[in-house]
């Protein structure tokens, strides 16, 4: 039997996004999915939404909807509810129907730990910026894209949870900690198979973007990380090229919307 993939969400007062989400994992064609959802108490219709899909759905939903402490808060909760070998975040849509099934198949073909690929971040017409990162190292300013990080469940149980008292870049932290020492070994799949909703918390606007980054260099000093400040200009030169050559991306999100 295929490993069972749990893919974990987290909502509050997004129905929109939520329901595109959950259309989007219904159609993957990976035959053992669980879909794990923590919200924070919405309001908006977001629950009727996940409910809906609860009746219909091919695949086990597990929701539970109370109070947290935000983002990442939320996030530890489903780790700690998922039942899956493989673990992924999924709030954002999958623009691929076999994106799971060749996120696993490039992890377990490499023996690695996990698998990632590339991703665009996109309105409803157009795409904003196109993450193409293959393969690298923290040092050189590299980072595969979080949204599409399939991760052995072990992953977690050796390095911990995400570090709460990071309020945008607790994700960015997490992928400093797990790779800094190189046993954590990533698959790369070179293909753009998922779309993150344009405007999260650090690319919302330029105030977001400057609190995520001394975040981020906060992760890399508390990580052991030398020369930190540099290595954030690195990062930040890349994130400047995903601005670059949209053409052909935007048609591919022309044939995929």
């Known amino acids: 039997m295929a490993k069972k993939v749990s893919i974990m969400m987290m909502t509050f007062n997004s129905k929109i996004d939520v329901e595109n ?4 994992i219904e159609k993957q064609d990976y035959p053992n999915i669980e879909i794990v959802i923590a919200d924070g108490g919405s309001k908006d219709g977001t629950l009727d939404v996940i409910e809906q899909h609860q009746k219909t759905s091919k695949y086990a939903i597990v929701c539970v909807s109370e109070k ?3 983002l990442y808060d939320a996030l530890n909760k489903d780790v700690k509810r998922a039942t899956g070998d493989y673990l992924l975040v999924g709030n954002d849509q999958y623009i691929d129907n076999s994106a799971i099934t060749k996120l696993v198949d490039a992890l377990e073909k490499n023996d690695a730990d996990g698998a990632h690929c590339d991703l665009i971040y996109a309105s ?6 196109y993450w193409h990162m293959g393969n690298g190292r923290i040092q050189n300013g590299w980072l595969p894209g979080h949204p599409t990080l399939l991760l052995k469940k072990e992953v977690y149980e050796k390095y911990g949870l995400y570090k709460t008292d990071y309020r945008i870049a607790a994700d ?5 900690r797990i790779l800094k020492d190189g046993s954590v070994k990533l698959a790369y799949v070179p293909e753009i198979l998922i779309r993150m909703y344009y405007g999260g918390t650090s690319t919302g606007s330029s105030a977001s973007y400057w609190a995520s980054i001394k975040e981020g260099v906060r992760a890399l000093q508390s990580n052991g990380y030398h020369n930190a400040w540099g290595i954030t200009f690195l990062r930040t030169c890349r994130v400047f090229k995903q601005f670059r050559s949209l053409d052909q991306v935007n048609k591919l999100w022309e044939s995929k919307r």
């Open 21 to 24: 989400t959950l259309a989007s």
């Open 172 to 176: 960015y932290e997490f992928m400093c």
């Open 68 to 70: 947290d402490h935000g």
């Open 124 to 129: 409803d017409t157009e795409v904003k910026r």
